[in-house]
């Protein structure tokens, strides 16, 4: 049986930092796929860069040189407004400090990718409304987030990420501030939301136990991923 096309892909990837007049290479030729539907831990030590790769997979840093494709295309290729709507459309983004906008509502906040897009404001609205009771935050609806709990903010946070139906989405440390029992809870709405929806899910995380819940893990380590154990974010041959 033939194997299903890339959703993501990236080749060669290179990222480097400037300080002072020395040169930090970050990423070296880094290679990377995964399939539709793919769920997919990244793990390393600190500081690492696998926050900057994540951004660099989800656009919103570039690569030093190298390719991100999403479904064969070259990303990169794209001018700012394409790839601003590439962004918008088939991407979804969990920080692990929300980036939510504190005096604005659950609903209003989740109802911005859909504002961005210039979809209906009364489709955009029952959009949001519709993901937070996915989410079981309807009974927040109307509430600032900068009222509501960590958990709740994070519950928030996935449905803004989920609310456009993305092909992907990316998660940097979506359990790294909240307490272990939060955490798992935020876990399982992820993979809840992934399995039934098909959306591809790429997490970067320190949380062993969501680690091995994702069914494949990847190690951040010289600038290279390698697959891993979880148990032992240990290296393991082949990709």
């Known amino acids: 049986m033939d194997q299903p096309a890339p959703l993501l892909e990236a080749r060669a990837l290179t990222k ?10 970050v990423l070296r030729e880094l290679d990377f796929a995964m399939a539709p539907g793919e769920r997919v831990a990244i793990l390393g030590q600190s500081g690492i860069g696998k926050s900057t790769l994540l951004h660099i997979l989800g656009t919103l840093d570039h690569p030093s040189s190298g390719q991100v494709l999403f479904e064969g295309q070259d990303v990169f290729a794209k001018d700012p407004g394409e790839l601003a709507l590439f962004r918008n459309q088939a991407l979804g983004f969990v920080f692990q ?4 906008l504190p005096e604005f509502t659950a609903q209003e906040n989740v109802m911005m990718p859909g504002l961005l897009r210039d979809l209906p404001f009364d489709e955009t609205a029952d959009r949001a409304a519709a993901i937070l009771e996915e989410v079981e935050m309807s009974h927040r609806l109307t509430h600032p987030v900068g009222k509501l709990s960590g958990g709740e903010r994070q519950r928030v946070a996935v449905a803004r990420a989920l ?6 989405v990316l998660a940097d440390e979506p359990t790294g501030n909240l307490d272990p029992a939060t955490g798992d809870r935020v876990a399982d709405l992820l993979l809840d939301l992934n399995e039934r929806r098909g959306t591809g899910l790429v ?17 951040l380590a010289d600038g290279q991923l390698r697959a891993a154990d979880p148990r032992t974010r240990e290296p393991r041959e082949g990709l």
């Open 97 to 100: 400090f929300h980036h939510l």
């Open 163 to 168: 609310v456009l139906d993305p092909r992907l």
């Open 16 to 25: 480097t930092f400037m300080a002072g007049e020395r040169e930090i290479p």
């Open 203 to 219: 997490v970067v995380t320190h949380n062993e136990g969501l680690a091995l819940r994702l069914g494949r893990a990847v190690t």
